[in-house]
């Protein structure tokens, strides 16, 4: 089956630096990539995905690139704020989603 | 709020014990699927559900079963509860069956004393 690895496990960054988490996927067969957002005891919101037939995807402070060659995808958050905070989530999928590890982002003030 | 609903948001109960978990999907999504996440674990998916049928599994153990509903709610049946099954459980729905952009509900959690 799929098998997603996420790094780092931590990430801690100044407010308004750049943050980039990185994940890679084991089937090349997975054409369906999606990020979510978990604060702490909540549920993981989407905050952005991108399929196999695009290469980036950007909404404001976020972007998401793919290389389905090299099979990993990465998150990109620009000008980081204190409420960026959070355990981030990749994920890949071509029937089911399987989820990376999680990265524990801290946006320091 | 991502329109998925679920009850209770909390459970306190001892092991050996049996427990269900409902959920309602997004209005129109045909699909839902249940995961559990442990203290500082990622998210297991369990099983899905599409139209009232079983879709695909996961890590679920024989203790754990679920069913979906002519009205589309399903509900996680966690049987001879142990410790070790305290966690946040999710479930999540999607119009279609494969390959569908997920929308979680705001999760139960269970304490097994």
């Known amino acids: 089956g799929e098998n997603v690895e996420q790094h780092p496990s931590t990430l801690s960054v100044q407010e308004g630096d750049s943050a980039v988490i990185k994940c890679t996927y084991s089937?090349?067969?997975?054409?369906?990539f999606p990020w979510y957002k978990q604060e702490l005891g909540k549920r993981p919101q989407l905050i952005i995905d991108?399929?196999?037939?695009?290469g980036e995807k950007k909404d404001q402070r976020i972007a998401v690139t793919l290389n389905k060659t090299a099979k990993h995808f990465s998150l990109h958050i620009t000008e980081t704020q204190p409420e960026d905070s959070a355990v981030y989530f990749c994920a890949a999928s071509k029937k089911q989603l399987t989820f990376g590890s999680g990265t524990q982002l801290t946006v320091l003030p | 709020d991502s329109g998925v609903t679920q009850t209770p948001k909390h459970l306190i109960t001892a092991t050996g014990q049996r427990v269900t978990l409902r959920c309602s999907p997004r209005?129109?999504?045909?699909?839902v699927y249940w995961y559990q996440q442990s203290l500082d674990q990622g998210l297991q998916f369990l099983i899905q559900?599409?139209?009232?049928?079983?879709?695909a599994k996961g890590n679920i153990l024989e203790r754990f079963s679920a069913q979906q509903f002519p009205d589309l709610h399903s509900e996680l049946n966690l049987s001879s509860l142990e410790l070790g099954d305290s966690a946040l459980y999710f479930c999540a729905s999607s119009v279609g069956g494969e390959g569908e952009t997920q929308y979680f509900g705001p999760g139960t959690r269970l304490l097994v004393l």
């Open positions: 209005s129109g999504d045909l699909s």
């Open positions: 089937d090349s067969a997975s054409n369906y």
């Open positions: 559900y599409y139209n009232g049928e079983e879709r």
């Open positions: 991108i399929r196999s037939n695009v």
